[in-house]
């Protein structure tokens, strides 16, 4: 199995119960996760060798944080413990045709204060196969943009294979910005992913005579895009997943995928996932699952395949992390979607 390291902000969060409202709600339930976290307990639960790069304050809700990690046998031996808080969200889960509500509440957390002599990043990446980070991170702040730059140049010069979920975030920073940032980070990447909304706010490509609300996807909008990102970048794979919201509780699910070696493009099986339990880390579980294709050897058609169906898993379990095994995303990416129980 591959040694994977991924980098970013793990978080606590707070979500209302029963899909309260937040005014209604007296209690929150609480679960901890963060873009770049989810993917690494995912790969770790499908038998990769996974390390965890962050910050997280010198007290116990830092080591709750670590903590979760630990239990779903993810590497936390490169964690630094300095700054001065944990960032929270506020999730308030929707329901039909009401759509979920976040608030951040994460300025100046440990990973967004954090330099980068806290990491030593030649030992993280010594013998490391993949490094896997998402937009998320460097809108952080300045100086998390820096710290992503310097272990992505780290990767590199130790050969690593680098992925890059865009995750535009529009409440931590502009598209301006974004795409300055972002386009300069792109000459390290080599697998990009990241939906239609990613790739015009954080790259600036559009695909045409898309509306996903409406539920019209024009396929051939994103081969011409990612045949347009993989001539700018040299990027080796474009992946996009491609969801349809009919309402907060039934979404179409399904992805496509370009490769520069074949010039092929590829447009998976779509899945109709209602009742939604969690959508929260739906795109983490999907990026993981074509992280773990691609590691594993599978050609790219059935690496997608098996992104697309531990997401859409991944939507039927609560919290931030994606608690399936390796088989149980390999039934369902093999046609299985009886959801028959298992004795």
Not at 23 to 43: C, I
Not at 139 to 166: M, N, P, Q, Y
Request: hydrophobic residues 35%; contains cysteine; negative net charge.
């Amino acid at each position: 199995m591959s040694k994977i390291v991924t980098m970013g902000e793990i978080m606590l969060r707070l979500s209302t119960p029963n899909h309260e409202r937040f005014l209604q709600a007296d209690e929150f339930d609480v679960n901890y996760g963060g873009g770049e976290a989810n993917v690494a307990v995912s790969l770790a639960n499908y038998g990769h060798e996974t390390e965890y790069v962050t910050a997280v304050p010198d007290n116990e809700i830092g080591e709750c944080a670590v903590a979760a990690l630990r239990k779903n046998n993810v590497g936390t031996k490169y964690i630094a413990r300095c700054g001065e808080r944990l960032g929270i969200y506020y999730l308030e889960s929707g329901s039909c045709v009401r759509p979920s509500k976040v608030i951040y509440d994460r300025a100046h957390s440990s990973i967004a204060t954090a330099g980068k002599e806290e990491f030593d990043f030649d030992e993280i990446f010594r013998d490391a196969d993949w490094f896997h980070f998402t937009g998320i991170t460097p809108a952080i702040s300045d100086s998390a943009a820096k710290l992503t730059e310097t272990a992505l140049i780290a990767a590199k010069k130790h050969g690593v294979k680098v992925s890059v979920d865009l995750n535009f975030r529009k409440k931590l920073w502009s598209s301006e910005k974004a795409q300055k940032v972002m386009t300069g980070l792109m000459k390290y990447v080599d697998v990009c992913i990241g939906n239609e909304e990613d790739a015009e706010l954080v790259l600036g490509f559009k695909p045409e005579k898309t509306d996903v609300t409406s539920g019209e996807l024009a396929l051939a909008g994103y081969q011409s895009i990612f045949e347009q990102m993989v001539e700018a970048f040299g990027f080796e794979y474009c992946v996009s997943s491609l969801r349809v919201s009919h309402s907060a509780s039934d979404n179409g699910w399904s992805a496509c995928i370009y490769s520069k070696e074949t010039k092929e493009f590829y447009h998976s099986r779509e899945y109709r996932i209602t009742p939604i339990v969690d959508r929260v880390g739906g795109g983490d579980s999907f990026a993981a699952g074509v992280i773990c294709g691609l590691t594993d050897g599978k050609d790219f058609k059935s690496a997608l395949e098996f992104g697309v169906a531990a997401s859409a898993l991944k939507h039927t379990i609560p919290g931030d992390f994606n608690y399936v095994t390796r088989k149980e995303v390999e039934t369902l990416a093999g046609g299985d979607a009886s959801g028959r129980i298992q004795r």
